[in-house]
């Protein structure tokens, strides 16, 4: 995997997946959630690659990236100047970045710092920690589900989680729990998820929303309505990880922001609808701006 120095001179992984020849451009940057989790869970995003190059970094601690120094090195501001040495190695002037998950607080730290670097932004099914709420209508998709197979179990399981230290069985908990952050539970999703408890950091992980503290928030939450490049939100109708109201929050963090809501899916859009996923995203990125959005 090629490298990269950042800020503070750690050499840090990503890949590339390249695209057609004529369409190797400024590529597209992922950036995976977790947090603490390894990128390979992306993918190739649905196939995203077929139409543009992808680049994809770990993240401290993760996939082949080495851990960080110093502890503050995890947190999400710290992981957003990894990604302006990202942007600095490849030679980019601008850049799309798309971010799923956790790494959506990420790309808004990197938005509030460097917006000027930005031609296009995506951010898909994004948490609302960032601006300090956090709606309940992600257990209530996850109570709409009861009558599914999976759901008893599932149930157990989440609710044993906050309760539990041992490592081992975290990750069982985790994997017994999983069908929930998907819109169906069929052998796309289960290969997908069987593979979380092995990709997941706990010290990446742990460290993500460490040494941010409300001023801190407030401050970066004050600078992205002066993001100037269109902002795409990606939510999905069956999301009970992180819900929908999550979405609308993010984006009316921003001055015009589109949300997206795609149907049938939940967590992993691309992974329970890439058909429905891919288009949206490359609509958004030739556009910039997504008519179907509300």
Do not use: K
């Not at 169906?184 to 069987?194: F, I, L, S, T, V």
């Not at 990709?199 to 401050?219: C, K, S, Y």
């Not at 990880?241 to 001055?255: D, H, I, P, T």
């Amino acid at each position: 995997m090629p490298q990269y120095a950042s800020y503070d001179g750690v050499e840090l992984s990503y890949r590339v997946l390249e695209g057609p020849a004529e369409s190797r451009g400024a590529p597209l940057v992922c950036l995976a959630g977790g947090p603490g989790r390894d990128a390979e869970y992306l993918g190739d995003l649905g196939g995203l690659d077929a139409h543009r190059t992808l680049v994809i970094p770990d993240s401290r601690g993760t996939g082949a990236s080495p851990p960080s120094p110093e502890p503050w090195g995890y947190a999400f501001p710290a992981l957003a100047e990894d990604l302006e040495a990202l942007r600095a190695h490849l030679g980019l002037e601008t850049f799309a970045l798309l971010a799923h998950d956790a790494a959506c607080a990420t790309a808004q730290a990197y938005a509030a710092q460097h917006g000027d670097r930005l031609t296009r932004l995506i951010l898909v099914t994004p948490g609302s920690r960032l601006q300090g709420q956090l709606p309940d209508d992600a257990e209530e998709i996850f109570e709409s589900r009861a009558t599914e197979d999976w759901w008893t179990d599932a149930y157990v399981a989440v609710h044993t989680l906050p309760t539990t230290a041992d490592l081992n069985e975290v990750r069982s908990l985790l994997l017994r729990a999983a069908p929930m952050g998907y819109g169906r539970w069929d052998a796309p999703q289960r290969a997908h998820a069987a593979r979380e408890p092995d990709q997941l950091g706990p010290v990446p992980r742990a460290g993500f929303w460490q040494g941010v503290d409300d001023p801190a928030r407030h401050a970066l939450l004050s600078r992205l309505p002066d993001v100037g490049c269109p902002v795409l939100v990606i939510r999905g109708d069956r999301d009970a990880l992180a819900g929908m109201r999550a979405g609308e929050l993010v984006a009316a963090s921003f001055r015009t922001a589109a949300v997206r809501t795609l149907h049938g899916v939940g967590h992993y859009p691309w992974v329970d609808e890439p058909d429905l996923f891919r288009p949206v995203v490359e609509s958004f990125l030739e556009r910039g701006y997504d008519p179907e959005a509300v």
